[in-house]
């Protein structure tokens, strides 16, 4: 082969790679809304028509890639095989280049005109690969099905659903980066990938932190200390926490009280309604929809006892997906204040993936939920005021400790701290 062909096979090649991918790239990033929306009217059927076998195009497109890269390859080494191979690395560095501002075309629809010709040249070219290797691509797609369908016969189904939600927050990290998604979205996104795999237990008020109400307390006292709380739903118990004897409603005691007639009400006990029990390690998606089936807005979690661990509203699942919610009621208590580069003062209470967010690490402990779970966990004993402990990249001090709890901890990330 010459050296001008083999030049003009390189650049022919590095077009049709870039082209291949950005179609790819417009055809499976955008919505059909989005498409119908900025593609033209002409080209439009063309795209919806490919559309209707995603695989077979998105694997047609994915095959010109490869033998354009290989096309690459061949020209380069034909070009510089005889004359000056020295000048085949700044070739090969020069494609790379070009290869890497190729992928990275902003998006079509954040061009400040409307591309027709881009839209128009995306489309015939998508069409002409569906023409043209659209047979091996449905033939890759049935063989892959195939595959799929013989490692599922035999125990060891491949995690596609697994795969699929890495894909998609492999587009979401790629969305964030091109500045076609906001941080706040970017964030919402992940919370909403990651909920279907968050239990119960996460989100509760532990059984320590519960308001509750004893069964016996007479109604005027009762008011007061709803009054005073501030909640709306409270448990009421008999003898102790485990053994709840219903929920109170503050609107039914508020009715009451403004009824006048309490006569036909002398105990807390006849206002109460039922109490809705869930296992603690119950999936977050799984509650929410069984409290949208029964309009109800509070459980109480047991664990395999049977005991009360904790309880759980329909906000404490809400602020999971979209941050804390607060109300004009609701005062707003930080649990963690910096004290410095990689030093922050936290409460006992404050959750470990809250702390995972504050020092952008990853701390895997399975068995525990908060700060001074964690340190109960590594230290087998309850901690006295003082005491230290390593987890990882992080150094955990007690500060300030209750007669049953540990109030607040510094956390130190050791690869701060002064030599």
């Known amino acids: 082969m010459e050296p001008t062909a083999a030049l003009i096979l390189l650049i022919i090649s590095l077009f049709v ?119 091996v691509g449905g033939l890759l797609d049935r063989g892959s099905k195939a595959l799929n369908r013989f490692f599922s016969a035999r125990g060891g189904e491949p995690q596609r659903e697994h795969f699929a939600q890495q894909e998609l927050l492999g587009l979401v990290e790629r969305g964030c980066n091109e500045g076609a998604l906001e941080e706040v979205e970017h964030r ?46 409270v448990p009421v118990y008999r003898e102790s926490k485990d053994d709840v004897a219903g929920i109170l409603y503050a609107k039914d005691l508020l009715r009451l009280k403004l009824s006048e007639s309490e006569d036909h ?15 603690v390690n119950m999936e977050l998606g799984e509650l929410l929809e069984e409290l949208r089936g029964r309009k109800l807005h509070m459980a109480l979690c047991v664990d395999e006892y049977g005991a009360i661990s904790g309880l759980v509203t329909m906000e404490d ?8 919610i607060y109300d004009e009621y609701d005062l707003e208590v930080r649990r963690w204040e910096s004290m410095g580069e990689g030093v922050f003062m936290v409460s006992g209470k404050l959750g470990l993936h809250e702390l995972e967010g504050l020092l952008g690490i990853r701390i895997v402990e399975e068995d525990c939920n908060t700060v001074a779970g964690l340190i109960l966990k590594r230290l087998g004993h309850f901690p006295s005021q003082g005491e230290e402990v390593e987890v990882g990249m992080l150094k955990l001090r007690v500060e300030k400790v209750g007669p049953t709890r540990i109030l607040a901890v510094r956390v130190q990330l050791i690869n701060h701290e002064e030599q």
């Open 317 to 324: 699942i809400l602020e999971e997906l979209f941050g804390e």
């Open 17 to 135: 790679y870039c082209l291949a991918f950005q179609a790819h790239r417009v055809l499976f990033s955008l919505a059909e809304e989005d498409l119908r929306s900025i593609w033209p009217e002409g080209c439009l059927p063309i795209v919806l028509r490919l559309l209707k076998s995603p695989r077979r195009i998105s694997l047609s497109l994915w095959l010109v890639q490869r033998m354009s890269v290989l096309g690459m390859v061949l020209g380069l080494y034909k070009a510089f095989q005889t004359k000056a191979p020295q000048l085949a690395l700044y070739s090969f560095l020069g494609i790379s280049i070009a290869i890497l501002v190729g992928r990275n075309i902003p998006a079509p629809r954040r061009l400040g005109t409307n591309p027709v010709m881009f839209f128009a040249l995306i489309s015939r070219f998508a069409w002409l690969v569906n023409l043209v290797l659209g047979p």
């Open 265 to 279: 009400v002398s105990t807390l006990q006849e206002l109460l309604r039922p109490a809705y029990f869930v296992p």
């Open 188 to 233: 919402m996104i992940h919370r909403v990938l990651g909920f279907r795999d968050r239990r119960v237990s996460r989100v509760m008020t532990p059984r320590a932190d519960m308001f509750c109400l004893p069964a016996d307390m007479g109604l005027d006292k009762a008011a007061q200390a709803v009054r005073e709380a501030g909640y709306s739903r």
